[in-house]
């Protein structure tokens, strides 16, 4: 992270004055954040006593401390471990053994009683302020991911200096960011993806920063009211949002009407496949929507759709100097930002004449123009026996093109309830959002057959589903039904929901005609 600590003091000298961060309560102008960086990661250096380097945890919400944390513990050439406050108490004990963690740095709004249990010595984030220092420590820092994915233990994903800011470099020349861009952060800076965009990217540009730790405190369940006009309140030029996010500001803006930002000139929209309907939605309304396409493995982003670029129904073409190509429908990238290995198992192998290589166990294409097309997970591939392949995920982003749906989820089984089954053991999975669950909650039977045979209309006939059942997100929320950024954890949600998805004997419903699939061809 040599480059970013580098420019941020260049801007620190240059416009001392210019703001850089701010939550809401605490500022900081470019002067300022160096001078706490510098002190803070003095104080860091000093933890184990020897001066050599450790693995810190951070814990807390969002907001300047953390920042500083984060940029501190890259100066001091430690090896950062954010605990997400989205995980439970037993993932981050697990975090604090699987990485290593010898010490907490912990903001003044973390839970102190959750922070005990860890274990380890606890300390607040320094205040101390200090002048430039050298940099000698920085190339040497390591920051540790975890990801609960889509089971409930995380696994640590190792990114080093050079992944982090290749990548940074990468997506800031993809973006064009500059230094009177005010980039506006609604994510927990826990992810990986929020940390690019709201530290390293607009820091290392001179940009401000401005932190909504309220908004970010809430991903993963129910979006409050009001985003639209936090939004047009900060007058952003630059978002990273989910797609759960990126719904909920259309929804609010087609209900209450209200403005898009003048400035706001783009909006990155991942974590999950973007439905094009709600991109189409977005776009009408003025929002300049871009999808993109990445993992915590090759350091989250891998492709995306660049400013006057954009390509609908694709995730744009993947970053320069990144070779992706497609191996039996399987996305492959190597190249600079892909991950040095799991924490604990074996370093992929890589070295200058063989960048490092990873399988992403996603499916999908190119286009003419070389834009990536995302088909689905290769492990959600549902194969029926008429020999047809139904990626779940295309057919779900039919249905998540009306504004009444959060989340769906397409799950298969047999006659005897095994896997394969067929279009009679198609079934889908329900979630209203937010503003619609009355509107489900009142709706009888056949209004919500219709809405389903309307969104079904687009999806040849092996893919449609026979069945379907409405389960609210509160509900599935209790069960810890969805990952840390608002995702279904689709085995456990086709589980938990079996019985009424695929009950046994079910007759399938005669609303939607399917059509013979030998004679309807594959997408």
């Not at 989205?86 to 963690?101: E, K, L, M, N, Y």
């Not at 992403?360 to 047809?388: C, E, K, M, N």
């Not at 999806?459 to 608002?486: C, E, I, K, Q, S």
């Amino acid at each position: 992270m040599l480059d970013l600590l580098r420019a941020m003091r260049r801007h620190a000298a240059v416009t001392p004055h210019r703001p850089a961060i701010t939550d809401g309560t605490t500022t900081l102008d470019y002067a300022s954040l160096a001078a706490r960086v510098a002190g803070a990661a003095q104080a860091l250096r000093t933890l184990d006593g020897q001066g050599g380097p450790c693995v810190i945890g951070i814990l807390g919400g969002n907001g300047v401390d953390w920042v500083v944390t984060q940029l501190a513990i890259w100066q001091a050439g430690h090896t950062a471990v954010p605990l997400p406050p989205f995980f439970s108490p037993a993932q981050r004990r697990h975090i604090a053994t699987d990485a290593g963690i010898t010490h907490i740095v912990h903001t003044p709004d973390a839970d102190a009683a959750s922070a005990a249990t860890l274990g380890l010595p606890l300390h607040p984030v320094p205040r101390a302020t200090a002048s430039a220092a050298a940099l000698d420590h920085a190339a040497s820092a390591r920051q540790f991911i975890y990801t609960s994915g889509s089971t409930g233990t995380p696994k640590g994903v190792l990114l080093e200096a050079r992944q982090l800011g290749w990548s940074t470099t990468a997506l800031a020349q993809a973006i064009g960011a500059r230094s009177d861009d005010h980039y506006v952060s609604l994510l927990p800076l826990a992810l990986l993806l929020e940390t690019l965009c709201a530290v390293t990217i607009p820091l290392s540009a001179g940009a401000h920063v401005t932190l909504v730790p309220d908004l970010a405190a809430r991903i993963g369940g129910p979006v409050a009211p009001g985003l639209a006009a936090t939004i047009a309140d900060l007058a952003p030029t630059c978002l990273m949002l989910v797609p759960q996010l990126l719904s909920a500001w259309v929804a609010d803006l087609e209900r209450r009407g209200g403005a898009v930002p003048a400035r706001l000139r783009y909006v990155a929209v991942g974590g999950a496949a973007v439905p094009p309907a709600l991109a189409q939605r977005a776009w009408t309304l003025g929002i300049p929507v871009h999808e993109g396409y990445g993992l915590s493995e090759c350091c989250s982003v891998v492709a995306l759709n660049r400013p006057g670029e954009r390509r609908p129904g694709t995730v744009g073409r993947p970053l320069p100097g990144l070779r992706v190509t497609i191996d039996q429908g399987e996305i492959v990238v190597a190249g600079p930002p892909v991950m040095s290995g799991y924490v604990g198992q074996a370093p992929l192998p890589s070295g200058p004449e063989q960048p490092a290589v990873w399988r992403t166990g996603d499916l999908g294409s190119f286009d003419d123009d070389g834009h990536l097309v995302i088909h689905g997970r290769r492990d959600a591939l549902i194969v029926t026996p008429w020999g047809r392949n139904i990626s779940p995920e295309w057919v779900e982003a039919h249905f998540l093109g009306d504004p009444r749906l959060a989340h769906c989820l397409l799950s298969d089984a047999g006659p005897e309830g095994g896997p394969g089954g067929g279009p009679e053991g198609l079934a889908l999975l329900l979630v209203p959002a937010p503003a619609a669950e009355a509107w489900f909650k009142a709706a009888s039977e056949t209004a919500i057959d219709s809405l389903v045979t309307a969104a079904a209309a687009g999806v040849p006939g092996y893919a449609r589903p026979r069945r379907h059942h409405v389960a609210f997100a509160r509900d599935m929320a209790a069960l810890g039904l969805f990952t840390a950024n608002g995702r279904l954890r689709r085995r456990e949600t086709a589980a938990a929901y079996r019985p009424h998805l695929h009950p046994p004997g079910a007759i399938p419903a005669p609303a939607i005609d399917v059509p013979s699939p030998l004679l309807t061809e594959a997408p």
